[in-house]
């Protein structure tokens, strides 16, 4: 079972940058997609950017141009470069990992707060 540990979460001013980075226990070197979904207090968990193992990327409207998801080297972290926060951008933000053999994996999540 792959365990992932999601950080740098934090609180930011609006227009402001934070980096989220999850790490995997074990090196992926091939999986369906990795990425991050977030969810608002009240809201449902939704999408905010995948990226498959061959590095094509996803991005959720709302962030479309202000964040960036992207893999480290060591092929066991992920990253999620948020520029140009909003307030509308606070949540907890999950790490995902889909694989075909052994089905979804999600982390315990971090909260960025944005403030107006």
């Known amino acids: 079972q792959v365990q992932l540990v999601e950080s740098g979460g934090g609180l930011v001013q609006a227009g402001g940058s934070l980096r989220l980075s999850c790490a995997a226990s074990?090196?992926?070197?091939?999986?369906?997609?990795m990425g991050w979904f977030r969810q608002a207090p009240g809201k449902q968990r939704e999408l905010v950017a995948t990226?498959?193992?061959?590095?094509?990327?996803n991005y959720a409207d709302s962030v479309n141009g202000r964040f960036t998801i992207s893999r480290g080297n060591a092929k066991n972290t992920v990253y999620l470069q948020m520029n140009s926060l909003k307030p509308e951008d606070t949540a907890v933000y999950y790490c995902?990992?889909?694989?075909?053999?052994?089905?979804?994996?999600w982390g315990q999540g971090t909260q960025v707060t944005v403030s107006s």
């Open positions: 995902n990992l889909v694989r075909t053999w052994d089905g979804t994996h």
């Open positions: 074990r090196s992926i070197t091939s999986f369906n997609t």
């Open positions: 990226i498959t193992s061959g590095g094509s990327t």
